[in-house]
């Protein structure tokens, strides 16, 4: 059963543990941390990691580095949230802070995860044009058919998705793996880059980019959530388990995605730094060179696993944008179409940035998209922290001091490198952009945002975190005495197929032989649709000669029943129908579609159910 309250309620505890022991058990776990860890493997990463390498050698491993620890803190802290409250994090901001801020973290978060699907746009179609030469333009427009292998990976539950994504996540390990042994990196100067290093200009830019591509946003949101896909005992032997579980499934996964972001960035170093090719721009450039220096092998394999990264990081994006809507908003939405909202928005900046600038920009526009991660990661990171310190809420659970520390300092070294990313770009974008757009539009922006950030950090130390109810829906009401219902007025919609029988039979049982029934049926042909009642076509003769039988049927049965035929559009139809023949009750056949044929055939009884005010019963 369905319980809409419930953090992607369609895979909730969909993935039972208390049945296995042993290896079996610690498997069961196995699977939240894999789908985040795409993530960190997307397009984005690949576009930081080149251009680190190229332009600086082996010198930013050391951010790669520490942004992986902050990373497997703070997933840690998101699934710890996820397990013990039973909230993903945009459930627990919306009961943490006031309604009014929950609008703009919506937003930010939202933006986030459009910058994110912009970067799997882009490699995609990148990865498209380097295996089949298909034209980026081209490659754009066909990834908007991701949508649909959401929708068929959904309806296969969530073992079956994962196991997808861990098989895009070992295609790209595996490229990766072949091309490190071809490059044969230097050990000595790839140690060396682990040491920390003073950061400025062009080489801050790029080390805040590889942070926003590691530490992304929006998979904080997307863990607290997946962790709730398991069933276990809720009790504090059994929480304690999946903590540990889940802390050991992190560790894997998100050190298995360092080792493929040290790769590109250690590829790039070996094979364009070390060869003074300094100005790597582009993924095509190294996908260009690596066929120039090492022959066919190495471009192939690493063409292949930018198709891959893109495609399964695109699954985790959505699931992200559907957490985040339905805890901040409390709006759920169909998935396809929310999928289908958030890759238009991050489409369009692609297509923008092609016809105006050309093919070539699509780089900048990737490390940028990285950019903009790090920037909303403040928004995410210090609610997460406070909540998960909350000893009120967490009770046991709640972060010992020194995970305080060390989560606090990590906050305050991306909140402070962001602060002066911001503080540079607006300086030198003063120097050659307009003085009013950028004091009269940017500036205020800015110290807006500046604003928010302090207020979603100080709210927390001076109010009680428990502002609102964990039950996203209210709380149960007293039933009281009831009534007798007595409909007199029932519509029943009918479309002359073999459902017919059961829908007048339900029907005709609401209300036996007092009441006056309704019989509807809707002509959608071409012509009913633009002449309406004054159609004369073959079908809607046909159909009216068959609601007349329904009627006259009934009537020889002692039941009293009127034909209404309405034309176009079902759902608006119905709709009309019941409002203007005052109807109490409406009783629907449904045909059970399901994901695909939904989206072809249209769902009516959805449509109806939202358009009318009065009770509706749909028979299967």
């Not at 080390?207 to 929006?218: C, E, F, R, S, Y």
């Not at 998209?369 to 990661?377: A, D, T």
């Not at 046991?396 to 991306?414: D, G, M, P, Q, R």
Request: glycine content about 8%; aromatic content about 8%.
């Amino acid at each position: 059963m369905r319980r809409d309250g419930e953090s992607l309620a369609e895979v909730h505890q969909s993935v039972e543990t208390n049945k296995r022991t042993g290896w079996r058990r610690i498997l069961s776990f196995i699977g939240p941390a894999y789908l985040v860890s795409v993530g960190y493997m997307d397009p984005g990463n690949w576009a930081t990691d080149l251009a680190g390498g190229s332009k600086f050698g082996y010198s930013l491993i050391w951010v790669l580095l520490m942004s992986n620890l902050i990373a497997l803190l703070l997933q840690s802290l998101s699934s710890r949230l996820g397990i013990v409250r039973g909230l993903d994090l945009a459930q627990a901001s919306k009961n943490t802070y006031p309604k009014w801020v929950n609008i703009p973290l919506f937003i930010l978060a939202q933006t986030a995860i459009i910058a994110c699907d912009l970067a799997e746009i882009i490699g995609m179609a990148i990865g498209l044009q380097l295996l089949f030469d298909l034209p980026l333009l081209y490659g754009i427009s066909i990834t908007i058919l991701d949508t649909f292998v959401l929708l068929f990976l959904m309806n296969k539950g969530m073992r079956k998705m994962e196991a997808f994504i861990v098989s895009m996540v070992f295609i790209v390990g595996i490229s990766f793996l072949v091309e490190m042994f071809i490059v044969e990196p230097s050990l000595i100067e790839v140690a060396k880059g682990f040491e920390p290093s003073l950061l400025s200009g062009e080489a801050l830019y790029i080390a805040i980019g590889i942070i926003g591509a590691t530490v992304m946003p929006h998979n904080l949101y997307l863990h607290s959530s997946l962790v709730q896909t398991r069933k276990f005992e809720r009790d504090s032997k059994g929480i304690k388990e999946a903590l540990k579980f889940n802390f050991i499934d992190t560790a894997v996964a998100l050190n298995l995605a360092f080792f493929v972001n040290a790769a590109i960035l250690i590829l790039a170093a070996a094979a364009f730094y070390k060869n003074g090719l300094h100005e790597v721009a582009e993924i095509q450039d190294a996908h260009k060179l690596l066929g120039n220096i090492f022959g066919n092998v190495a471009p192939a394999l690493f063409a292949i696993a930018l198709i891959a990264a893109g495609q399964s990081s695109t699954v985790t994006g959505t699931l992200a944008g559907q957490i985040i809507m339905e805890g901040h908003l409390n709006l759920r939405i169909q998935p396809w179409l929310r999928r289908l909202i958030t890759r238009i928005l991050a489409i369009l900046p692609a297509f923008f940035t092609i016809l105006y600038f050309g093919e070539d920009a699509l780089g900048s526009l990737l490390i940028l998209s990285q950019v903009v991660l790090s920037l909303q990661l403040g928004f995410a990171v210090i609610p997460l922290i406070h909540i998960t310190s909350d000893k009120k809420q967490m009770k046991e659970f709640a972060l010992k001091n020194w995970v305080k520390i060390l989560a606090w300092t990590s906050a305050l070294v991306i909140v402070i490198l962001n602060v002066k990313l911001v503080i540079e770009e607006i300086s030198s974008w003063a120097n050659s952009a307009s003085t009013l757009l950028i004091y009269g539009l940017v500036v205020p922006i800015a110290v807006l945002v500046g604003f928010l950030l302090l207020f979603v950090f100080i709210y927390p130390l001076l109010k009680d975190q428990r502002i609102g109810s964990n039950v996203p829906h209210g709380n149960a009401l007293e039933i009281g005495p009831i009534e007798h219902l007595a409909y007199k007025r029932i519509g029943i919609s009918v479309d002359f197929s073999k459902n017919d029988l059961k829908t007048i039979r339900h029907g005709l049982v609401q209300g036996g032989k007092d009441a006056d029934y309704f019989i509807i049926h809707i002509v959608e042909t071409a012509v009913a649709t633009y002449h309406g009642t004054s159609a004369m076509d073959h079908e809607t003769k046909s159909d009216a000669d068959n609601l007349d039988a329904y009627c006259i049927n009934l009537r020889e049965l002692g039941y009293r029943a009127t034909p209404c035929i309405g034309f176009g559009k079902p759902a608006n139809s119905i709709s009309r129908l019941s409002r203007e023949n005052n109807l109490d009750l409406l009783v629907m056949g449904a045909h059970g579609h399901k994901g695909v044929k939904d989206l072809i055939l249209g769902t009516t009884v959805n449509s109806v159910r939202h358009q009318v005010s009065i009770p509706v019963l749909i028979v299967r």
